[in-house]
């Protein structure tokens, strides 16, 4: 997990339902670790009064337990909300309820018991389906691109882009898993006049200088790239 998936984690909450209680006591305290904030359950029907109470930003829930299952939950959940990520823990004796959550939008599923690496890259890629959903980018640590606003924020608050960075930044992000070639950014950025190396120098020098050096990635000889393990996809 990158450093700033470990950030983003560090600003959600998790609520995390379990009736086995040695389970439920190592799990938590592995979260806490991960998140600013842990609601515990310890069955279906608790949890689903936490996820009125709290809002947590994911659920982590398992599929047996009394009063009310780790489906029946999900099921109740998913009639008025789509976009909370859920992870369903099993186990190996579990696998054929499985086909039974197979409409309900889950985002991954953990067999216990889980490891540490397993559990932290589910997660991540739970978390990372609402950042798509609200067309949010994570370029770094506290550092976000919103396409619906077309802004960039750096620990909550918007960094301000000229006309010029904002097209580059635009530019290498709908392509952020290529090289951008300077002659692709010359013709977007200055489509009527010739391309000039020092233009382009220039504004990848102001942008870097607002994003972090680390960002944009110069690939010798042909352009430039947005540094791909650090952003969410």
């Known amino acids: 997990m990158m450093q700033s998936d470990l950030q983003m984690l560090r600003e959600k909450s998790v609520l995390y339902a379990e009736d086995d209680t040695i389970t439920r006591i190592q799990m938590t305290e592995i979260l806490e670790m991960l998140f600013a904030k842990v609601y515990v359950a310890s069955d279906g ?22 009063k009310k299952d780790g489906l029946s939950l999900i099921r109740r959940i998913r009639q008025h909300n789509y976009k909370l990520p859920i992870i369903l823990m099993t186990s190996f004796a579990e696998q054929e309820l499985l086909l039974s959550a197979a409409n309900l939008s889950i985002d991954g599923y953990l067999v216990k018991p889980v490891e540490l690496e397993k559990l932290t890259s589910t997660i991540t890629k739970a978390i990372q389906r609402t950042y798509k959903d609200e067309g949010l980018i994570v370029l770094s640590n506290h550092l976000y691109y919103n396409f619906a606003t077309k802004e960039l924020y750096q620990n909550g608050k918007v960094v301000v882009l000229g006309i010029k960075e904002q097209e580059l930044l635009l530019l290498l992000l709908k392509d952020r898993y290529k090289t951008i070639t300077k002659d692709e950014i010359g013709k977007a950025l200055w489509p009527f006049d010739p391309m000039c190396d020092s233009a382009i ?28 393990s650090e952003v969410l996809s």
């Open 45 to 66: 029907e608790e949890a689903y009064y936490l996820y009125e109470d709290t809002s947590p930003d994911i659920l982590i829930t398992d599929i047996k337990m009394p």
């Open 201 to 228: 120098k220039n504004i990848i020098l102001r942008l870097r200088k607002k994003l972090g050096a680390d960002i944009i990635v110069s690939v010798r000889g042909i352009g430039y790239r947005l540094y791909n």
